[in-house]
């Protein structure tokens, strides 16, 4: 009997966002996961400053901040060879040399520079294949401005919203302050646009709170949501999961420990419950699961995304409140316990998520990008 190939991941973690430490956990239970007989793994970290390391327990370095001994790595952006390059210094000058050829690369990137498109256009370059969402599913289901026009546009139920700028915010915060009270009465919720895990949202129930509110924000992003918060919910998720047929999985209940479901309940102290399935109506389920698929191929998702959404006490109503094209994945976050409950292991989820990266490959690799003349 031939053995089949192993086939080469790069697991790709860290990066420059205010998620970085979110990405080391996610990244650490897929490598948990990644069955050796089948997978051969290479660690790629990104530090704060963009720098791509490679080397021995490269997780472990970053975690624990001892990153000196790790290499430098080049992927470079021209489809000429899937390899990915050591980038060494020699008494005359910096030399690239081959480390390895790549047959997957699998980002657990949340947040900028990695969920937003920008990694996945340098895939796209290479013409590699890669785990989730392309460059139009990334930056559309990132920028939550962008992402709730879609949504509005093909008739997908949302929180009334606006966006404001870091430069207006600057330049004058009295006139930004009132646009953020046109948007809805308070309670209003200040969010940077393009970022997740709830780093840098502010629930606001004064002038001053929205004050605060929009300069945490600012921190983050240039751009900075302003949106009205429903008194009176339940906060719902779903992951999807597919390429161009994809299926909802069971839906799940956040039951936060604060206020809202913060960075720290999520990461830190763990104290939010969940419940999975949501306890909810059959016809609420039905309603959820359709909406969750709807957007997610109305921004031609790929691969794997979380969708969350707002169901209000009082009127029943649905609100997609945002899509994450790269979720949360350690084992007690929600995407991969949903689809637990729907009935695929941890271990194979990520299984499934790198076959699907083939699959899109292969559906890339169709398209024609010479022009040829019917005449």
């Given at each position: 009997m031939v053995n089949k190939k192993k086939l080469h991941?790069?697991?790709?973690?860290?990066g420059r966002s205010g998620e970085h430490d979110v990405s080391l956990m996610s990244a650490r239970s897929v490598l948990s996961v990644l069955d050796p007989s089948r997978y051969q793994v290479t660690q790629?970290?990104?530090?704060?400053e963009g720098q791509w390391l490679t080397g021995q327990d490269v997780i472990g370095a970053f975690e624990s901040g001892k990153?000196?001994?790790?290499e430098r790595v080049i992927l470079p952006c021209e489809p000429s060879r899937s390899s990915i390059f050591i980038l060494r210094d020699t008494e005359i000058g910096e030399k690239l040399e081959t480390l390895t050829a790549i047959d997957i690369f699998f980002p657990l990137l949340h947040g900028t520079f990695g969920e937003d498109g920008t990694i996945q256009g340098s895939f796209e370059m290479a013409d590699v294949a890669y785990v989730g969402a392309g460059v139009t599913g990334s930056s559309v289901g990132m920028d939550k401005g962008i992402f709730k026009?879609?949504?509005?546009?093909n008739h997908i139920p949302t929180v009334?919203?606006?966006?404001?700028?870091?430069?207006?915010?600057?330049?004058d915060m009295n006139a930004v302050i009132e646009k953020a009270e046109q948007v809805s009465a308070y309670p209003i919720f200040t969010k940077p646009a393009n970022l997740g895990s709830s780093v840098g949202v502010t629930k606001c129930r004064t002038r001053s709170d929205v004050q605060e509110g929009l300069m945490e924000a600012?921190?983050?992003?240039?751009?900075?949501?302003v949106e009205r918060g429903v008194a009176n919910v339940r906060e719902i998720e779903v992951s999807v999961l597919g390429n161009d047929d994809p299926r909802a999985s069971v839906p799940g209940e956040v039951l936060p420990s604060r206020e809202f479901y913060s960075y720290e309940s999520k990461y830190v102290d763990g104290t939010?419950?969940?419940l999975i399935p949501a306890p909810l109506p059959a016809e609420t389920t039905a309603r959820i699961q359709e909406l969750a698929v709807r957007?997610?191929?109305?921004?031609?998702?790929?691969?794997?995304?979380?969708?969350?959404?707002?169901?209000?006490?009082?009127?029943?109503?649905?609100?997609?409140?945002?899509l994450n094209t790269i979720p949360g994945f350690t084992k007690i976050s929600m995407y991969p316990k949903l689809w637990e409950a729907s009935g695929i292991p941890y271990a194979e989820l990520v299984d499934h998520l790198i076959e699907l990266a083939v699959q899109r490959k292969g559906e890339r690799d169709r398209t024609s990008h010479i022009y040829r003349s019917q005449a």
């Open positions: 991941v790069a697991l790709i973690f860290g790629i970290g990104i530090t704060h990153v000196n001994d790790l026009d879609v949504m509005r546009a009334e919203s606006a966006i404001v700028l870091r430069s207006e915010i600057e330049k600012a921190l983050y992003d240039r751009r900075v949501l939010s419950g969940l957007a997610y191929k109305v921004i031609d998702a790929a691969g794997m995304a979380r969708v969350d959404f707002f169901l209000d006490k009082d009127s029943g109503e649905v609100y997609l409140n945002e």
